[in-house]
């Protein structure tokens, strides 16, 4: 089933839109907050607008306060002449002045600038003056003249005129808190509003994440699902497959078995009693010696010579001898042989932390006297470490540059050099000669069993590379070789860096 | 070798038996040899010798038409008087297991054909000489 389309099928590649919808939900949100408290903070000043505007109210309160002090303070004064009263008057004027000048600073110029203002002051003014005169008058002992200041009239009417002018200054004020009020609230309730929608932008932004979060998880949940199906799937087949190549693995160790009894017992037989006819021959050959030609002197340790005829005929017997021998030799090889690599493909194999180093510098060594008997030499490069069956390495190299040393180019002293290198999770092991090389015709056919090619002048059954390349396969790599006739090979043997589990279980 | 102990050979090819026979010959051992084909007529022999023990010597091939070599090598083992003989296993196969598994039920010697005939008859000489030499107690 094929990975890709059932992922497309779960519409994985639907996704994409959704963080720039969440982004812009968050860039709002800033923008929100931000004008959220920019509005607070003018409301702020607002209110601060509203407090002062409370507070001049009061301010104008104290100058009718002050003036009616001012008056209490002179009627007094001039009923009793108190010294208390007149220093209360005395100590009230600056205060009202004061005031006067507190809620001047206070209240906005356009009120400052107005009649009302002017009309006011004027009013104080008058007042002040009244009582001045009053006071004035008692202190110079005319009591009377003082007392018909204040009957007359003009003083209360002064005096309400002021009070009827802060009044209006009053309400004037008032008006105006009540506008910065309804302006505060109108602001206040425009910064609730920008909150609500905030809120509902940040709900809106929580629930689209958590759809998003919760799609990308049943998307997450369904390819999990699906791979773990592929995988038992894949699983079932390996298993099937293992099982059908356990089964084939199985007959051919049988077949192994019955070769190893069934051909080497008749092997046996030939080999014995072609020994038991070479004996005969001989002693055929002496009794026909002494019928030819009896003993010169009765020693019989020497030995009767034949008529050549005959001589030639015990020669011939020999050589058909020695050629059934040499074939029986041979046969006897060729089962060992093939018995080596169908057990081989039996052995439980035992990954172990291989020193390639040592044990390729081991290998030459071993080998060291061929080497120099051939005039030739073995470099070993650094190589890395590998994870591996020690003995199926042992024996892929080991048979590697034993070849190499065979095949020598007569021309040139043999150069071997070694070489290995880390690809990924794979080694890749190189054995380079300098000799005679392998013909592109025959590069597949070394390979197998049985099989050799180029000039036959050195000893060996073909049976080296075949085995080479089960065992490299069996150790889950490959073989290849690049070689130019007459100029050399290169041996090139990839092995994981670390044995792995499916070729264990293929011999199980 | 002590010319009391008879050798008994169990094989059922002739040709190898004839060549065995042959060549301990060559090699002195004049011992009486007696011969089985299969595995049943060995046995029944031999059990019913069982007395001989002392005085006998086994060649076992483990290629037989009727039963395994091994199935034999744990009869004669698991028999208390039979058990003395000493076994030369003799056969074709050098397979590991095989030849562990016939050591583990006491097989004295293992020789893998094509026989090297000089070794293998002193082999046998050896075990008659150790025949002769060393007390084996009565069996009571």
């Not at chain 2, 051992?29 to 006998?56: C, I, Q, W």
């Not at chain 2, 003989?85 to 030849?99: F, G, Q, S, Y």
């Amino acid at each position: 089933m094929d990975l890709t389309a059932s992922f497309q099928r779960l519409g994985l590649m639907r996704l994409p839109q959704a963080p720039l919808f969440l982004v812009a939900a968050f860039a709002l949100l800033i923008i929100i907050i931000l004008s959220s408290l920019s509005l607070l903070e003018q409301n702020q000043s607002q209110r601060d607008r509203i407090v002062e505007a409370v507070e001049t109210q009061a301010k104008l309160d104290r100058i009718v306060a002050a003036l009616r002090r001012m008056e209490s303070a002179q009627r007094g004064y001039l009923i009793s002449g108190s010294q208390s009263s007149i220093a209360l008057y005395n100590e009230t004027s600056p205060v009202l002045a004061r005031n006067i000048a507190d809620v001047e600073r206070a209240l906005p110029q356009s009120t400052t600038r107005s009649k009302i203002w002017s009309d006011l002051q004027n009013a104080i003014k008058s007042k002040v003056a009244e009582m001045d005169e009053s006071i004035r008058l008692y202190n110079a002992g005319d009591v009377q003249a003082a007392y018909a200041v204040v009957r007359n009239e003009s003083g209360i009417r002064y005096m309400e005129e002021a009070r009827a002018l802060v009044d209006l200054l009053r309400k004037g004020e008032r008006s105006r808190l009540d506008e910065k009020y309804a302006e505060a609230r109108l602001q206040e309730r425009i910064i609730l509003g920008v909150n609500m929608a905030a809120v509902l932008l940040i709900i809106a932004a929580g629930v689209a994440s958590s759809a998003i979060v919760r799609r990308a998880n049943v998307t997450m949940a369904n390819a999990q699902t699906a791979l773990k199906n592929l995988n038992t799937e894949l699983e079932a087949s390996v298993s099937a497959r293992t099982a059908e190549l356990r089964v084939a693995n199985e007959e051919i160790q049988k077949f192994a078995y019955i070769v190893s009894h069934d051909l080497r017992s008749p092997l046996v037989n030939i080999m014995g009693f072609t020994s038991e006819l070479e004996t005969l021959k001989q002693t055929l050959v002496a009794r026909l010696a002494a019928l030819q030609a009896p003993p010169v002197n009765d020693n019989p340790s020497e030995p009767a010579l034949l008529s050549k005829e005959d001589q030639v005929i015990a020669d011939d017997f020999d050589e058909a001898l020695s050629f059934i021998k040499a074939s029986i030799v041979k046969m006897d090889r060729l089962i060992k042989a093939v018995l080596m690599i169908s057990r081989e493909g039996n052995r439980v194999l035992k990954p172990e932390d291989i020193d390639m180093n040592a044990l390729l510098d081991s290998l030459s060594q071993s080998i060291a006297h061929q080497t120099q008997k051939a005039g030739a030499e073995i470099k070993v490069d650094p190589v890395p470490m590998l994870t591996s069956d020690r003995l199926a390495v042992e024996q892929i190299f080991s048979n590697l540059l034993d070849n190499a040393v065979k095949y020598l180019s007569d021309g040139r002293p043999g150069l071997i050099r070694v070489t290995g290198r880390a690809e990924g999770n794979r080694l890749v092991f190189e054995v380079e000669d300098n000799g005679r090389g392998i013909e592109a015709k025959d590069q597949e056919r070394v390979f197998e069993l049985f099989r050799r090619a180029g000039a036959q002048d050195k000893p060996g059954e073909g049976m080296g590379l075949a085995h080479v390349r089960a065992l490299v396969r069996r150790l889950g790599g490959v073989i290849s070789i690049k070689s130019t006739s007459g100029e050399g090979s290169t041996f090139t043997v990839t092995l994981p860096r670390t044995l792995g589990h499916a070729s264990k279980r293929m011999s199980a | 070798m002590n010319n009391a102990v008879t050798i008994v050979m169990v094989e059922d090819d002739e040709g190898h038996a004839r060549l065995i026979e042959k060549n301990i010959l060559r090699a002195g051992v004049t011992n009486p040899v007696v011969h089985f084909f299969d595995g049943s007529s060995a046995m029944k022999y031999l059990e019913s010798n069982g007395n001989e023990a002392r005085r006998m010597l086994i060649l076992l091939d483990l290629n037989l038409p009727d039963m395994t070599g091994i199935d034999i090598l744990q009869r004669l083992k698991s028999n208390e008087t039979l058990k003395r003989a000493p076994v030369i296993v003799l056969t074709t196969t050098d397979d590991k297991r095989e030849i562990e598994r016939c050591y583990e039920l006491g097989c004295n010697v293992y020789i893998t054909k094509p026989v090297e005939y000089d070794q293998f008859a002193n082999a046998i000489r050896q075990l008659g000489l150790f025949f002769s030499v060393i007390q084996i107690p009565e069996s009571p």
